[in-house]
């Protein structure tokens, strides 16, 4: 089902084992993981694998992850993908993750707007939901400009630590 996407300065290709160098620096760095409160920045290259492991399970499969490589120069910025798939309500969730020199250039929302249509259009979902970091503004703003609407709030435990979330959800026609 899934398939690599391409926009006008982006290539979203799948994740691949290839990817396990990026993907260790990607979540080891301390500003890329500064609002990831699900797990522990990476510490040991292996756990790179187990990542892309969940990303690769064969399919069918309720999550999927694509790197987000720039087509000008083949540099990978970050990732984005779904996670959580309710096939039976059509909801799923959004997460996403860039390096901070690529902040600011458009290019994630530029890699959500193409996933979120091909969540519509391929997986047929008709809600998107993003869990975000009530401290995370630029992710705020970011879901904000794709028309995500706060739809409540949740706590989540994380080195036994309470962290106020936002839920944002996008109604989508066609899912």
Known sequence: MFKNLETDRLILR????EDRDFI???FS?????????DAEPLTKLEQADEIID???????RLQHRWIVIRTADNV????CGF????????????????????????YMQEALKEIIIYAEEVMKVHEVRAIISVDNDKSIRLAESLGFKVAGTE????RNEKYLHNIYSLSLSKG
Do not use: S
């Open 54 to 60: 969940f990303y690769i399970y064969p399919e069918p």
């Open 14 to 17: 799948n994740i691949e084992m």
């Open 83 to 106: 996670h959580c798939w309710n096939k039976n309500e059509g909801i799923i969730d959004i997460g996403y993750d860039l390096r901070e020199e690529y902040w600011g250039k458009g």
């Open 76 to 79: 990978k910025m970050g990732t």
């Open 29 to 37: 760095n301390d500003i890329v993981n500064r609002y990831l409160f």
């Open 155 to 158: 706590y989540v435990l994380f």
């Open 24 to 26: 260790f620096h990607q």
